[in-house]
C-alpha cells in the first residue's frame, strides 16, 4: 500500500466523522492536527458497525445482520477475509488497522465493542432490548463506549502512566453513551429497545406502558420526567468521574477534550432546561454554544502550543 492510500483512507474516515457525528467532529477539529486521523478512523469504525445493526435496508433479515458483524469481526483477525462485505468498508479497515498498529491498541477492545453490538441484534445468543438493573446496562456501555475511551487513550497520549487514566476515559465514553441515551428515549422506543434500566424507572412508578403512551402522544408525564431527573444526575457523576482524566493527558489535547466533555454534557442541560420533555422532541446544544465552546478550546490550544514552542 502507497502512502497516497493510506492518506485516501483516512480522508474517508473523516468524511465519515464530519457527515454523522456533528458534535464529535467538532470536537475533533480541537485537537492537534496529528491527532486527529486515528481518532477519525475509529469513529468511522464504531459508525460503520452501529449502521450495520441500526439501519438495516427494508425487512433485511436480522440473520443477515448477525452475519456482517461475523464478518467485521472475521476481518479484523485477517485482513484477506473480506467476503461479503461492501467496498466502503475497505478505506475503514486500512485506516483502522494502521491506527492499531501504530498506538499498540488491544483488539480486545474491539471485541468486546461487537460484542455490545450483538446485544442490539434479535436472534442472537447476547441479544437483549431491556436492561433490568444499571449494573446491567454498564455491563452493555462497557463495550458499546467505555472500550472507546480506551481505544481512544493512547492516540491522545498522556503524563501519567497508561494504566490510571484507563478509567476517567473509559467513565467519558460511558457519559457519553449514556447521554445519547437519555437524549434517545423515544427514538430507541420505535426501535422496541429500552436502555434505561427498569429498576430505576420503577422507583419513580415509570412502567413501559407509561413510556410508550407518551411517545404516542408526544407528552412526557410526571413520573417519566422525575426518573429522567435523577438519571441525569446519575450522568453527570460519570462526567465528574472522567472530568479526573483531563489533566491526565498531554496538555495539547487537554482542551479539545474538556470542549467534548462540555459539549455532551451541554446535551444534558437542554434536557433539563425543557424540563425532562423529551418524549416529543429530540433535544440538540444550541449551535451559538457549541461555537462558543469551540473558540475557547480553540483559544486555550493555541495557547498551549504557544507555550511549548
Request: charged share 25%; proline share 6%; aromatic share 8%.
Amino acid at each position: 500500500m502507497t502512502g497516497s492510500d493510506l492518506e485516501d483512507a483516512y480522508r474517508d474516515c473523516r468524511r465519515i466523522a464530519a457527515r454523522d457525528g456533528r458534535t464529535f467532529y467538532l470536537a475533533t477539529r480541537l485537537l492537534p492536527p496529528q491527532r486527529r486521523p486515528g481518532i477519525h478512523a475509529l469513529y468511522a469504525f464504531a459508525r460503520q458497525v452501529d449502521d450495520v445493526v441500526d439501519v438495516r435496508t427494508g425487512n433485511r433479515p436480522w440473520a443477515d445482520v448477525a452475519a456482517d458483524l461475523d464478518r467485521v469481526q472475521a476481518r479484523l483477525e485477517d485482513p484477506s477475509a473480506s467476503a461479503g462485505l461492501t467496498q466502503s468498508w475497505t478505506p475503514v479497515f486500512v485506516a483502522l488497522r494502521d491506527t492499531i498498529a501504530r498506538h499498540d491498541i488491544p483488539l480486545d477492545y474491539f471485541w468486546a465493542f461487537l460484542d455490545s453490538m450483538r446485544m442490539d441484534v434479535p436472534g442472537t445468543a447476547r441479544y437483549r432490548n431491556r436492561y433490568p438493573t444499571m449494573a446491567d446496562l454498564r455491563g452493555y456501555m462497557y463495550g458499546s463506549a467505555a472500550v472507546i475511551g480506551l481505544q481512544v487513550l493512547p492516540i491522545l497520549g498522556t503524563v501519567v502512566p497508561l494504566d490510571e487514566a484507563r478509567a476517567p476515559a473509559a467513565a467519558l465514553g460511558e457519559a457519553f453513551q449514556l447521554t445519547n441515551f437519555l437524549r434517545d428515549v423515544g427514538e430507541d422506543l420505535d426501535r422496541d429497545r429500552i436502555y434505561l434500566p427498569a429498576d430505576e424507572l420503577a422507583a419513580f412508578g415509570v412502567t413501559e406502558d407509561l413510556l410508550r403512551d407518551g411517545r404516542c402522544r408526544g407528552v412526557t408525564e410526571p413520573p417519566v420526567r422525575a426518573a429522567l431527573a435523577h438519571l441525569v444526575a446519575v450522568n453527570r457523576s460519570i462526567y465528574r468521574d472522567a472530568a479526573r482524566g483531563i489533566p491526565m493527558l498531554e496538555p495539547r489535547v487537554r482542551p479539545g477534550i474538556a470542549a467534548a466533555h462540555r459539549l455532551y454534557g451541554g446535551i444534558l442541560d437542554e434536557i433539563a432546561a425543557c424540563d425532562y420533555d423529551i418524549l416529543g422532541r429530540r433535544v440538540v446544544v444550541p449551535r451559538r454554544r457549541r461555537a462558543a465552546v469551540a473558540a475557547g478550546a480553540l483559544a486555550k490550544g493555541a495557547a498551549v502550543a504557544a507555550a511549548r514552542r
